[in-house]
């Protein structure tokens, strides 16, 4: 049994590579440092679609749109107990643009590089932090986005003491690692909880900040322990041995909810589960096969059973929440109908095309459904499972047929989406800007490229959702994507917890609100 | 031939016990049947050979056996039933797939990972064995380092990198047991071969100017056979299982052909509520590998040259 | 008189450990020729280099005439020389009938008319064709014993080397077996090299033997000096007194 | 200790019979031997599996478990060794009736030291203190001729010879001074130089401490010559039994054979007489 | 498992002949060459697995140009000899690298889960050995008796049960209905703070430290794994007993013993056990080194952070330096292992040993 000032988690961990907010781009670890980093901005738990003040007291965008100026809180300090000034803050935009690591670019897509970074975000004073964009974008876009992981604030000493000594090279010219190596499994941030350790696909170990500005925590410690199976999780739960189980089936929902001294919260989450179907293979490039293939899923026997309480069926490319999102949903299981496209595209007997999946729940599940319905039109799907890595690998190098992937949104923002499922510009193998569109071997239509790029620069949000919905009913249409449902995040807890709540996004699920009976 | 003697009734009981073979063929089937008597003494390797016939039976004919299709399941209204729900014997899986087809047609994975397995290692390993056996020296220590660097490797992890490295599927996983089980046919035949390197009926073939060749293919190969064949039924059912962990863990036969291994990896998610989904695989590998470990038993008791002389 | 075997100034170690030192023997055509000696004396060691189953270190081998180097051996040569071994357990191939045994030697020299050669041959040895598709485990010493013979003989050798052949039999068969090689070596005019450590056997089959002490040869006399007790060696004596049975003093 | 009362011969064996139950049937070992045993040398010959040694064993208690053993009588004095229990039966054991068996290689516990083995016998028997153990093992070592039994004393088997390791087998079974000792071909495994030394060695024990002996083998000569009397047996029974000394008039036509096929120094007999085995003899 | 009757057989033969130098530097050689080849075959492996490296160190969802980079800085673009050169330089050195999972030296990685398994792994070999002996010996002894029978079926069974099967039911059993044993893993997260491991096996630490409560927890944790373990290693040891004792009581020196008038109990369990104790060593050795390397499933089933998780673990993620290393591991551990059992098997023989 749990002790009582202390919080334990089972949840699947192991996707966890890094805790430095300027290298990590993972879900669970946007949750540890979200817990355990405070940033400029965050996003306003109870409305998703504002933003608010977390280290900043407010800002000001100038009548240009480019320049944006935060004014910080007073008095702020750093778990380590040093003060927390924009000259931090400045440091933290810096060292991730010139880390340039996987989330570097939500901040360079604003025009900033490592040449320029010093200029674009300073500290004008103390208390007073500049950062300029390139372009006039829409400010709900760059407020957004700063309140991802990557615009954490790091303890400027405590990383320069621990930085490390390297020579500079043709891909990286700095001198030094900006403490990038000590950060992966270090902590240097000013959240509730500190970090005490992570050991890989074993646990996080967090401890309250005493130092914390805000609401100071309930609970002294909270435990993530790495638990990848459901039927573990709910026995630990059952059990006792853990106090919140993040990563239950629909089966072991049900289980968990008729339970006596258990309760079950939700949340949909940003990211949306589709099947890729790869242009490269000249039978799923015929639109009326990619057509056929929307119909020739099971959505209503999927959401019933293998993705029940977990998922919700959506058939759009932005997830429920977002700004702009539909709820479309105008395919259903119509074995005829998809035999009728596929006739019409010349394949009336079906033809043989493989998928790659990951070995995991409910993708298989679906995979597996889907392998069915497919074979009643007679497309012989062949499954070809494998680990998350080794799938990727595949799908990145556009070698796949099928890939059931699972899209999260970088930032909360409608353009994280729309980029991804819109933009190619270069469709050959050596394409730069490698989006799921790219992936997928997509040539987008140019009108449904301009659009996206066009809802970036509108500033009035109304004009620019509306902008997005129509582009999703293009995309639902035309896209080689098929998209099936909408995550919901769901957990299931000892009803001797209080005040807990998953959050929209994963940089929100907060756990220092959470208190113990 | 001696004439005194009543001719027995050919393939009659004594005719095959005949201390006096008349031919060839009466003398091996005697021998077949001395064998086959001091095996089917052992009533534990009879229920073996029993379960390993059932095995074949229900492979051969699962087509006719299985009522439903083994791949195609009912997801809307079928899903995760109880055995013994109409119609469903053993109960349902979570896409509403009889898992008593499952089971049926699983078996035929089973009979095929453990052949090519069988067809490919025990070959190796006696032809690695008996030539670094007979011929000694440096073809000994070269093939006996290899033999020992596979040997040092953990097994299963072998296997896995193997199986990683090649994609997942059955085919793969069939090929990483294989290239993992050889090693101890190769020493079980090498030891073998050297007790019998220096017998003085090999000497006796050597003397006749036999050459190495012949020796080791007519003279070491047929002697290292029975202990080969003990020990390669007794792996079976370590191959089987090898197999099971490899699906278990998601490397071996891929959805959604009805592999125990991996049946039982699905069903482990509902191992508290639908217990059966993975007990029934997880029983079925237990009774097929329980009957290869019996025949192998009875096979070592019966074929053991020890016992032979008597 | 050419030697049907001669050996000179063999050497054979093991390890450091010389089974055989300096051994010089010649054994003339068409005679029997025996080799006695206490356990581990060389005499098995000997025949094994002779026929090519072990190699030997230093020395010379001669064969008809015809020298043979220490590891090679060509078919003419096992045309020429076949062994008979001490243990009958151990020297039948416990997988083969006796069809088998027989009919391996005669495949593996390209004989023709093997009905009749393994036929004439189970005779020869007074097995019958009874005997022919047995497995060994179904025979008993003696017979197995008289198989290892029709097997040597069946191609047809000049020289048969003999290592013991009765000594793990009992007395009573031990006579049938003597008998038997008698028989065949007059049959076919062969020539003998046998070893045992009984020296009545040895004196009852050879002409001429050699005494064998820790790896040489200490003296060769012939038979008849047993019995006239013509010998120098005082270890030859000891052989003799021992083989005579157990004396109270 | 002390021997049974006098009178009674020292061991009487009267219709022994062992039987083994087999897959093709049940195998009679021994079928009806009867004998009786003095303080003398009794010698028993036959060929290979004529039930010398089962004969040897089932007085002993030695035959395997699954074995069947009935006799009119088998008394040691006049203990019937038949009625006694298992316990009483091992307490004989080594202590008043002792075997020596066949072949020091495998008779000897590979992981034990010679002197241990001996000592344990000892110790098996006797209430006895180490020092004393060690000090009669060692004069026992001394008894059967190994001269540096202190070096000898602390070898494992296999690092002697097999001549010295009978001897030790010998002294292993004569340190409790056994009143019947029987020999299971002693020195069937050895040189014929050797062979005559340990036999030596046994004469001089049984001359020297009165004991009973049967002395088992298949070599009729070594036997005339060394026993007082001789057993003949085939196919399980005694088909003769007469003195050493008489062996010249044997009567039965298979000791006759046996004498004769053995080929001799300086008789010229070729071919040399066969033996003619009439099924009769083994009724 | 399936070497060791063999490797016995072999043993037995040449125990006589070779001493113990020259055993020493055949192991030696062994080691080397297995090393090698190891490193090869791994090595190997880990360039053929279609897992990009690179994806490991940036996470899945890592720009492209990320990734390449990182292909770049691993040296995975040149040829495969040079690589091999690498491999070969830095592992020679005890140097496995940087796990990319853990960001920890491979090195510090093992040193941390080795223990884990060790300790299953050891616990497992005493249940099987301390109960699979005397099972052995009593079937042995009463062969062909009901006991006889009993045994040789619980230790088929163990032959022929699918151990993560046989794993997930009884943590149903004994976690979910009887709550007997504890969660998988290896101790309870809360003791994380009172319990600081100094040689990094849980229960002679706490044993050590006098913290029977977290040895008591400790305990509820490798129970089951180590139980199951356990009844594989003592399917195996218990058959390996009967036919090692059943050869040693056909021995005429058991006559010879009887003939002695020693007691049946000495007999079996002083003279016949201490001789069949020879080859027994090395087969509770290898069961010992198969339960190290082989607990993967079970290490799977009960979240057991051993190294057989790592490896496992690893592999999935292309961190091919901590499985070269884990690899690398096992294997020096499974040849230690052999040539400690060897040795072993010369101490105990008196006839291998030399003077
Ligand atoms: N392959 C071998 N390796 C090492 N030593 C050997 C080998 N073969 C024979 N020897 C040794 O050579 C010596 C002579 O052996 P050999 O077999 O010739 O004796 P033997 O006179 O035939 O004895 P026996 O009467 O016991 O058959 C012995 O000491 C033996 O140990
Ligand atoms: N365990 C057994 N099971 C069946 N038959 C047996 C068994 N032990 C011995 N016999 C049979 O008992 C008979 C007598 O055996 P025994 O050992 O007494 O012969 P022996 O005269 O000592 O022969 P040898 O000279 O070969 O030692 C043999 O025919 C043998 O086959
Ligand atoms: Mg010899
Ligand atoms: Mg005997």
């Known amino acids: ?517 | 031939m001696s004439t005194t003697d009543t001719p027995l009734k050919p393939y009659s009981r004594e005719w095959l016990l005949s201390d006096r073979p008349a031919s060839r063929g009466q003398a091996r089937l005697g021998r077949a049947y001395v064998i086959w008597r001091r095996f089917s003494e052992n009533r534990l390797a009879l229920i073996g050979l029993g379960i390993l016939i059932l095995l074949l039976v229900i492979a051969a004919l699962a087509d006719v056996l299985a009522p439903y299709n083994p791949v195609r399941g009912d997801l809307r209204n079928a899903r995760l039933l109880p055995p013994g729900t109409a119609g469903y014997l053993l109960g349902t899986d979570d896409q509403g797939r009889d898992i008593l087809s499952r089971l049926i047609h699983g078996s035929r994975l089973t009979l095929l990972v453990v052949v090519l397995v069988a067809i490919i290692a025990a070959p190796i390993g006696l032809v690695v064995g008996t030539v670094s056996g007979y011929a000694g020296g440096w073809v000994d220590a070269v093939l006996m380092r290899i033999t020992d660097i596979f040997l040092a490797f953990p097994k299963l992890v072998l296997a896995l990198a193997l199986v990683a490295a090649l994609g997942p599927g059955i085919e793969n996983a069939i090929l990483a047991i294989a290239v993992t089980s050889w090693p101890p046919y190769a020493r079980i035949a090498r030891a073998e071969t050297m007790t019998f390197r220096n017998s003085e009926f090999i000497s006796a073939v050597r003397l006749m100017g036999a050459s190495p060749l012949r020796i080791i293919l007519r003279h070491v190969m047929p002697l290292c056979m029975s202990s080969l064949i003990v020990r390669v039924t007794l792996d079976m059912a370590g191959i089987i299982l090898t197999a099971a962990g490899l699906g278990f863990l998601g490397l071996g036969a891929q959805p959604p052909l009805p592999e125990w291994g991996a049946m039982i990896a699905s069903g482990r998610r509902f191992i508290l509520d639908q217990w059966w989904v993975a007990a029934m695989p997880g029983a079925a590998i237990l009774i097929v590998s329980l009957g290869f470990n019996l025949l192998g038993d009875g096979l070592r008791d019966a074929l053991d040259p020890k016992e032979a002389g008597q | 008189m050419t030697s049907a075997v001669s050996i000179r100034d063999m050497v054979v170690t093991y390890d450091g450990f010389a089974a055989l030192n300096h051994v010089s023997l010649d054994v003339g055509a068409g005679e029997s020729f025996g080799i006695v000696g206490e356990s581990g004396s060389g005499k098995s060691t000997l025949l094994r280099v002779v026929s090519g189953l072990a190699s030997f270190e230093r020395g010379s081998l001669a064969v008809n005439g015809r020298p043979y180097s220490s590891s090679r051996r060509d078919k003419e040569f096992y045309r020429t020389v076949q062994m008979v071994f001490q243990d009958p357990y151990g020297s039948l191939h416990p997988r083969q009938t006796v069809d088998r045994l027989l009919l391996e030697p005669l495949l593996i020299n390209g004989f023709d008319n093997i009905e009749a050669r393994i036929t004439r041959a189970l005779d020869e040895v007074g097995l019958g064709s009874g005997f022919r598709f047995r497995y060994s485990h179904q025979l008993s010493g003696g017979q197995r014993q008289r198989v290892a013979i029709a097997r040597a003989l069946i191609l047809e050798p000049k020289i048969l080397l003999l290592d013991e052949p009765t000594s793990a039999l009992d007395a009573s068969i031990q006579a049938e077996i003597l008998n038997l090689l008698e028989q065949a070596r007059r049959d076919r005019d062969l020539t003998f090299v046998m070893v045992s450590h009984d020296l009545g056997v040895i004196s009852h089959m050879c002409e001429r033997l050699a005494v064998m002490k820790q790896g040489e040869v200490v003296e060769t006399v012939p038979a008849k000096a047993l019995e006239k007790r013509e010998f120098s060696a005082d270890y030859t004596r000891r052989l003799l007194v021992a083989s005579e049975g157990f004396r109270r003093n | 200790m002390t021997m049974a009362t006098s009178g009674a011969p020292l061991l009487t064996v009267e219709d022994l019979r062992v039987t083994f139950p087999t897959r093709t049937g049940d195998v009679q070992a021994v079928r009806g031997v009867s004998f009786t045993l003095g303080r003398e040398r009794l010698g028993i010959v036959g060929e290979s599996g004529s039930g010398k040694s089962q004969t040897g064993r089932a007085i002993m208690g030695l035959t395997p478990g699954h074995a069947a053993i009935t006799a009119k009588r088998l008394a040691f004095g006049d203990r019937d060794l038949l009625a006694l229990s298992r316990t009483e039966r091992r307490e004989l054991r080594g202590k008043r009736i002792a075997m020596i068996l066949q072949d020091p290689k495998y008779s000897l516990n590979p992981v034990m030291t010679i002197g241990r083995q001996i000592v344990e016998t000892l110790k098996t028997h006797e209430r006895i203190s180490a020092p004393e153990a060690r000090g009669r093992a060692l004069a026992m070592l001394e008894a059967v001729q190994i001269r540096d039994s202190e070096r000898v004393f602390d070898l494992y088997p296999h690092e002697v010879s097999g001549g010295m390791g009978q001897r030790a087998m010998i002294a292993m079974m004569l340190v409790c001074g056994p009143e019947l000792l029987i020999a299971d071909e002693p020195t069937s495994a050895l040189d014929v130089t050797v062979q005559l030394d340990v036999l030596a060695i046994l004469d001089k024990l049984v001359a020297e401490r009165g004991m009973g002996l049967i002395f088992i083998s298949h070599d009729l000569r070594l036997v005339s010559s060394f026993c007082d009397r001789v057993i003949v047996m085939y196919a399980g029974r005694i088909v003769e039994e007469l003195p050493s000394a008489d062996l010249a008039h044997a009567r039965h036509p298979y000791t006759r054979g046996l004498l004769n096929c053995l080929p001799t120094i300086g008789t010229d007999r070729h071919p040399l007489p066969v033996l003619d085995r009439k099924p009769e003899w083994a009724l | 498992m399936t070497l060791t009757d063999q490797t016995i057989a072999t043993r037995r033969s040449r125990r006589r002949a070779s001493s113990f130098v020259k055993a020493v530097l055949r192991f030696v050689v062994t080691a080397v060459t297995t090393f090698f080849g190891l490193i090869a075959v791994t090595f190997f492996i880990g360039r053929v697995v279609p897992i990009d490296p690179a994806l490991a160190i940036v996470g899945d969802r890592a720009p492209a140009h990320v990734v390449e980079r990182v292909r770049e800085e691993l040296g995975l673009n040149r040829p495969l000899y040079e690589q091999f050169y690498i491999y070969v330089k830095q592992a020679l050195s005890g140097d496995f690298g940087i796990s990319v999972l853990t960001t920890n030296p491979v090195m510090a990685d093992i040193a941390r889960v080795f223990p884990a398994t060790i300790e299953l792994a050891t616990v497992g070999t005493l249940i099987g050995a301390l109960l699979g002996v005397p099972l052995g010996v009593l079937a042995a002894v009463k062969r062909g008796s009901f006991a006889d029978q009993i045994v040789r079926v619980i230790g088929l069974i163990g032959y022929s049960v699918p151990i993560f099967w046989l794993g997930l039911l009884s943590l149903v059993l004994f976690y979910a209905r009887l709550k007997w044993v504890a969660y998988p893993g290896r101790i309870d997260i809360v003791y994380e703070y009172t319990f600081t491991p100094v040689t990094g096996f849980f229960l002679l630490d706490a044993a050590w430290q006098g913290h029977w409560d977290v040895f008591q927890d400790v305990f509820r944790h490798v129970i089951l794994p180590a139980a199951l373990l356990g009844y594989f290693s003592l399917a195996y040891i218990s058959r390996m007993t009967r036919s090692f004792m059943l050869s040693e009581l056909s021995q005429e020196y058991i006559v010879a013993a009887r003939a002695k008038g020693l007691s049946e109990t000495r007999i079996i369990w002083f003279h016949a056990l201490r001789n069949a104790a020879v080859p027994l060593v090395t087969v509770i050795a290898l069961s010992y080194a198969n339960l190290l390397e082989g607990s993967v499933l079970t290490e799977t089933i009960f979240s057991w952070p051993g190294l057989g998780l790592y490896i496992t673990n690893s592999l999935q993620n292309a961190d091919m330096n901590a499985v070269l290393g884990g690899t690398l591991v096992i294997g020096a551990v499974f040849v230690g292992i052999n040539i400690f059992s060897d040795l072993l098997y010369r101490t105990l023989d008196p006839r291998t040993r030399s003077r």
């Open chain 1, 1 to 517: 049994v749990t002790p009582a000032d202390t919080l334990v988690e089972g949840f699947a961990i192991d996707d966890i590579i890094t805790l430095d907010p300027g290298e990590a781009f993972e879900l669970s670890t946007a949750e540890v440092t979200a817990n355990s980093y405070s940033k400029l901005v965050a996003l306003d738990p109870n409305d998703t679609s504002k933003v608010v003040g977390e280290l900043a007291e407010s800002w000001t965008v100038s009548d240009d749109g480019l320049t944006y100026t935060f004014k910080l809180k007073p008095g702020l300090k750093f778990a380590s107990g040093n003060a927390i000034t924009a000259e931090d803050v400045a440091f933290s935009f810096e060292r991730a643009v010139k880390l340039d690591k996987s989330p570097a670019f939500l901040l360079t897509q604003f025009g900033l590089t490592g040449a320029n970074i010093t200029e674009k975000a300073k500290a004008a004073d103390a208390g007073t932090f500049v950062f300029t964009v390139d372009k006039p974008y829409a400010p709900s876009f760059v407020l957004n986005v700063l309140t991802a992981t990557v615009a954490s604030v790091v303890d400027k000493k405590v990383v320069t003491e621990h930085a490390k000594k390297v020579t500079p090279s043709g891909d990286y010219k700095y001198d030094t690692d900006f403490g990038n190596e000590w950060l992966k499994t270090g902590y240097a941030g000013s959240g509730p909880y500190k970090v005490l350790t992570w050991r890989a696909n074993e646990a996080v170990i967090m401890e309250a900040n005493p130092n914390f500005f805000g609401e100071k925590p309930r609970l002294k410690r909270v435990i993530y322990r790495h638990m990848k199976e459901s039927s573990g999780q709910r026995l630990a739960l059952e059990n006792g041995d853990i106090d919140i189980a993040r990563n239950l089936e629909p089966g072991d929902l049900d289980a968990v909810a008729k339970k006596p001294g258990m309760a079950l919260t939700s949340a949909p989450k940003g990211t949306i589960y589709y099947f890729s179907l790869n242009q490269k293979n000249p039978n799923l490039a015929k639109p009326e096969v990619a057509e056929a293939m929307k119909y020739l899923v099971d959505y209503d026997a999927i959401g019933a059973t293998l993705i029940k309480g977990i998922g919700e069926i959506h058939q759009t490319f932005l997830p429920k929440g977002q700004l702009g999102a539909i709820e479309d949903k105008p395919y259903k299981l119509d074995v005829a109908k998809a035999k009728e496209l596929l006739a019409k595209a010349g394949l009336p007997n079906g033809f043989t095309v493989t998928m790659d999946v990951r070995n995991n729940q409910p993708v298989t599940g679906i995979a597996e459904s889907v392998q069915q319905t497919l074979a009643q039109a007679g497309i012989k799907l062949e499954i070809i499972p494998g680990d998350g890595k080794q799938t990727l690998t595949k799908f990145r190098a556009r070698t796949h047929d099928i890939y059931i992937g699972q899209w999260g949104s970088d930032y909360f923002d409608p353009n994280s989406n729309a980029e991804t499922f819109t933009i190619n510009p270069d469709n050959s193998d050596e394409g730069k800007n490698k989006t799921l569109a790219w992936r997928n071997a997509w040539d987008v239509p140019k009108e449904l490229s301009d659009a996206a790029k066009g809802a970036l620069l509108e500033k009035d949000s109304a004009k620019r959702a509306a902008i997005y919905q129509d582009l999703q009913k293009k995309v639902l249409a035309r896209s080689p994507f098929v998209i099936v449902f909408q995550q919901t995040e769901v957990a299931g807890y000892s009803a001797k917890l209080k005040n807990f709540k998953l959050g929209p996004s994963f940089d929100t699920n907060f756990v220092y609100t959470i208190s113990k009976e």
